[in-house]
């Protein structure tokens, strides 16, 4: 009978308030603003680096990278290839104020992820506070909220993993560039012994933030920790 209930109020409020799709802007049904024929369209990061992601020809290897200089952290969790439909979703989220796609976004992640090992706490990378006030919020601990609320049991934490200075846009810079540009941009404000911690990100580019970030946590004694975001962008070739 409840079941019934609800799919009867579900069908109420699609026909009062409907949904339109983030992409193709026809009407969708649901509470999510994406059609399932878009939907369809992203691009699953499903053959990658055990390591960190990058996707590769087969499932369960480790990239040249990976072998010749292991990175920080354990695992990225990346689920989708930062593709053409994906990027325009997480333009629009990031950096158009639309804060209504980050149940979206979390559904994404949590649809697309798999042989996830809970970890004890989500940081989300944070902002220089300077940015954040300009940008008003920071996509990635709304995306850590969205993601907890969905993982009963699992809790956020803002304020142990800091950024210690601003940094200059990343955007258009080489792997080189961008590790010399986050040398020593985070701290860890307190003990996190034996932890196993997931930083939480939107893009994971040549992972270098991510590979500082882990390093403050390795050294503030963390036991484990792994990335969780939401794409991978491809190698350039």
């Known amino acids: 009978m409840g079941a019934v209930v609800n799919s009867l109020v579900q069908r109420l409020a699609d026909a009062l308030f409907p949904n339109s799709c983030c992409l193709c802007q026809w009407r969708c049904p649901g509470r999510l603003p994406l059609c399932a024929p878009c939907r369809a369209e992203l691009a699953g990061n499903r053959c990658c680096c055990r390591r960190c992601a990058l996707p590769l020809s087969g499932d369960g290897l480790l990239c040249g990278q990976c072998l010749q200089?292991?990175?920080?952290?354990?695992?990225?969790?990346?689920?989708?290839?930062?593709s053409e439909y994906l990027a325009f979703i997480l333009r629009r989220w990031k950096f158009h104020h639309d804060l209504a796609l980050t149940p979206l976004l979390a559904d994404l992640w949590l649809d697309g992820a798999s042989d996830v090992l809970?970890?004890?706490?989500?940081?989300?990378?944070?902002?220089?506070?300077?940015?954040?006030?300009?940008?008003?919020?920071?996509?990635a601990e709304l995306l850590a909220r969205e993601l907890a609320q969905a993982m009963p049991g699992l809790g956020v934490d803002t304020g142990?993993?800091?950024?210690?200075?601003?940094?200059?846009?990343?955007?258009?810079?080489?792997?080189?560039?961008?590790?010399?540009?986050?040398?020593?941009?985070?701290?860890?404000?307190?003990?996190?012994?034996?932890?196993?911690?997931?930083?939480?990100?939107?893009?994971?580019?040549?992972?270098?933030?991510?590979?500082?970030a882990a390093s403050a946590l390795r050294r503030a004694g963390a036991a484990r920790v792994d990335i969780w975001c939401l794409a991978r962008t491809p190698p350039p070739n």
């Not at 292991?70 to 689920?79: E, L």
């Not at 940081?123 to 996509?139: A, K």
């Open 69 to 82: 200089q292991p990175p920080a952290f354990d695992r990225v969790v990346a689920p989708w290839l930062y």
């Open 118 to 139: 809970p970890p004890d706490v989500l940081l989300p990378v944070p902002l220089h506070w300077y940015r954040q006030w300009r940008r008003g919020y920071n996509q």
């Open 160 to 212: 142990l993993l800091q950024r210690s200075r601003a940094t200059a846009a990343q955007s258009g810079m080489s792997a080189r560039q961008r590790a010399h540009n986050l040398r020593g941009a985070f701290t860890v404000s307190g003990g996190c012994d034996s932890l196993h911690v997931a930083l939480v990100d939107d893009v994971l580019t040549t992972g270098a933030t991510a590979g500082e």
